[in-house]
Structure formats: C-alpha cells, structure tokens
C-alpha cells in the first residue's frame, strides 16, 4: 500500500527552497540576537511584554484565520 502512494512522491529541493529555508534561518537568528540584546539591557521583566504581545498577536491571528479548531 506504501509503495502505491511513494510513485507520486519525489524528494527533491530546488534552488527556490534553499533559499525560502536559508531566509527563515537567517530571519530566527536575528530575532534571536534582538532578544538576548533586549533582555541584556532591559533586564528579565522584557519576557513579559514578549509574553504579553505574543499571546495578543495569537488573539489577531486566531480571530483573522476564523475559528476552526
């Protein structure tokens, strides 16, 4: 049954998807940096307003996508 379904399968990445992965890393790293930069001068008290601001950007992203879960 496995093998009917791997014919239409191919595991290839092209040029476009190397670079789509290599954007996304470089865009984590510099949001990582950003935060370590912000808690060193802000102190411990800056997790919450990324706490705070996270769980209100999830509230905007549930509310645009519709609620289908």
Known sequence: MQDSNQEH???DLSERHIH???IGGSIGVGIF???GNSIASAGPSILLSYILSSIVIYLIM???GG???
């Open 20 to 22: 789509l992965i290599a």
């Open 9 to 11: 399968l191919k595991r």
């Open 67 to 69: 609620n289908r879960c």
């Open 62 to 64: 549930r509310a645009l």
């Open 33 to 35: 940096f950003a935060v």
